[in-house]
């Protein structure tokens, strides 16, 4: 393929997420070109959904299908199965069960399609267009409402046998430890260091101490956000919050480092916010129970690629993914 064929290549990026899906047009650079975006709850069948995104995004196909070649469709979303193409028992999305996804996809828009979870999908993203370029051995881990991660080993992502391997935000951090709103296990990493797990420590912390600034905020305002203004601010507890919630993070990686031993280890998701209120304590702690073989070695980063678009230019990135 010569470099002017290159520049013509599109591929469409599309990311499930239980209120709302994302979609849109992306090149080879890494530049989304247009977007949009439906209700993922309003459509009570996979069907019903599909057909209002074929409506949504069939737009986008023809205008930017005039000039250039649409490569196919890449679709990140929750228990989505990279090996069979199929959403199974996700639990935040209206349609249980096991959903053929990609082959209702190729269907409706006659296109190849390509599907895994949301998590993996931003590894591949960030390998192709953002800070991992150029890396062959690095972990990615998400850390929103949840905590997702996506292992990228000799320049391949790992699925495991089943497509499913990668869910390091359930792996136990502190047996018998919090218990998880949904899975109800106990001390998960998911548990401690996600948005969620953020507003729990800082809850059980203000109430503790009765003098923290996070006590000026009604309860269903205690979150990631607010604690990271209070931080900001000098307040003592606030920043206790991040310390902990990093020693719980860095203990974690420190485990991920030395099952595959990464190049670097990437953050990205809202809660990377706080910026070294969580970097530091988390570097500090993966550093602290690593054996010395692997001390010192691997890179603590941010994600490059821009929040609003990640997640669709790693949907994306599937289609090109190799």
């Known amino acids: ?23 849109g047009v992306v090149n080879h650079r890494g530049e989304v070109l247009e977007k949009g975006n439906i209700r993922t709850d309003a459509y009570p069948t996979v069907e019903e959904y599909i057909d209002a995104l074929y409506e949504a995004v069939h ?26 193409g199929t959403i199974e028992q996700a639990p935040n999305l209206p349609w249980k069960g096991i959903i053929p996804f990609a082959e209702l996809m190729k269907a409706k828009f006659g296109l190849p399609c390509t599907i895994t979870n949301d998590a993996n999908a931003a590894a591949i993203g960030e390998m192709l267009f953002g800070a991992a370029r150029g890396m062959k051995d690095f972990i990615m881990i998400t850390l929103g409402t949840g905590v997702g991660s996506g292992i990228v080993a000799g320049g391949k992502l790992i699925y495991g046998h089943d497509g499913f391997a990668g869910e390091l935000g359930h792996t136990i951090v502190k047996p018998g430890g919090r218990k998880h709103w949904s899975t109800g296990s106990e001390g998960s990493l998911e548990a401690y260091a996600s948005a969620t797990g953020i507003a729990i420590t800082a809850k059980k912390m203000r109430a503790e101490f009765p003098e923290s600034m996070l006590t000026q905020y009604p309860e269903e305002a205690i979150n990631s956000k607010t604690v990271h203004e209070c ?20 203990e974690a990686l420190a485990n991920f480092v030395m099952f595959s031993s990464p190049e670097a280890i990437l953050l990205f998701g809202g809660v990377i916010k706080a910026g070294d209120f969580i970097l530091k304590p988390t570097k500090l702690h993966m550093e602290r129970n690593l054996l010395p073989i692997f001390r010192n070695k691997v890179k603590l980063v941010f994600s490059e690629l821009d929040e609003a678009d990640a997640a669709i230019l790693g949907a994306s990135a599937l289609v090109w993914e190799k």
């Open 59 to 84: 737009p986008l196909i023809e205008s930017h299908g005039k000039n250039k070649n649409f490569d196919g469709i890449g679709v990140g979303a929750p228990n989505a199965n990279y090996y069979t």
């Open 1 to 23: 393929m010569s470099l002017v064929d290159l520049s013509k290549q599109v591929a469409l990026g599309i990311d499930i997420g239980g209120t709302n899906t994302k979609f």
């Open 231 to 250: 931080a900001l601010k000098g307040d003592p507890i606030s920043i206790e919050v991040f310390r902990y919630t990093g020693q719980k993070l860095g």
